[in-house]
């Protein structure tokens, strides 16, 4: 298994770290940081493999913001991270944009990004043009709702089943539109539209997803349904409940794990 991007192929013979850059002034863990650029570049000499850089928080109740307030924000990121990476002599990042706006998708994939990361669910047509337009990886995620009002008593008969067929008609559909197989990413999103149990039994059964044949994402990173596990383990954080989830993710077939810090 593999992912081809525009301009290179990454071979899945090992975990991939995607590591998170928010430029947001109002992310739920560390919207607000003074330089995302420079954060960037000790996540890419941690170990990161991947680069995702948003530019609007996605955090249960938030308000949606426009494309142009998200350009204006990841643009000075984008071009940071690939100038600082070229000044310390590292090979040029591989990048993400975490976005469901075409507009952004395409400003981002002219300045060098090689991956979109849609959480949703890669349905706009513009959005699956972008990806054929420049040969880019596309992430689809599953959520139920928006942002603003997904935590809202969200309900499934079977939680995974429904998840993963979701997945599985949005991967037919890009398929189907002319993005190779090669190029899809499924997400199922966890904290977006799921009860802390919704959750866990995801992760639980998280070995279902492989039944998709490509690649899994699974952003799971200090997300509320870790809190129950800080409170029955005094002195636990949220990046230490993380690190114990992502073993369980990885021991579950998942291809790419994406945290604030490192996940190993």
């Given at each position: ?44 000499l941690e170990g990161a493999d991947i680069l ?12 949606p913001v426009s494309a142009p307030v998200e ?65 880019a990886a596309i992430c689809f995620m599953h ?122």
């Amino acid at each position: 298994m593999q992912i081809q991007t525009a301009f290179r192929t990454i071979p899945l013979d090992r975990p991939l770290w995607m590591g998170i850059v928010n430029a947001t002034p109002d992310s739920f863990s560390d919207g607000g940081r003074p330089d995302p650029a420079g954060h960037a570049i000790s996540l890419l000499l941690e170990g990161a493999d991947i680069l995702d850089v948003g530019g609007e928080s996605t955090r249960p109740g938030c308000d949606p913001v426009s494309a142009p307030v998200e350009i204006r924000r990841i643009a000075p990121v984008i071009e940071g991270i690939f100038a600082r990476a070229e000044a310390l002599g590292l090979e040029k990042p591989l990048l993400s944009v975490d976005t469901y706006h075409p507009e952004t998708a395409r400003f981002a994939l002219e300045h060098g990004v090689e991956i979109l990361n849609d959480i949703s669910g890669a349905e706009d047509p513009e959005m699956i043009q972008a990806a054929v337009d420049f040969g880019a990886a596309i992430c689809f995620m599953h959520k139920k709702g928006t942002p603003k009002t997904m935590q809202e008593n969200p309900t499934y008969d079977d939680v995974t089943a429904e998840v993963l067929a979701y997945l599985a008609a949005r991967r037919d559909a890009l398929l189907d539109a002319g993005i190779p197989c090669e190029k899809l990413i499924a997400d199922p999103g966890l904290g977006f539209g799921k009860t802390f149990a919704h959750n866990w039994t995801l992760v639980e059964q998280m070995d279902r997803f492989q039944e998709l044949e490509i690649p899994v994402l699974v952003g799971h990173s200090r997300k509320g349904f870790l809190r129950p596990m800080c409170e029955e383990n005094p002195g636990m954080t949220r990046d230490d409940a993380t690190r114990i989830v992502t073993r369980t993710l990885l021991e579950k077939g998942v291809q790419i794990i994406r945290t604030h810090v490192k996940p190993w």
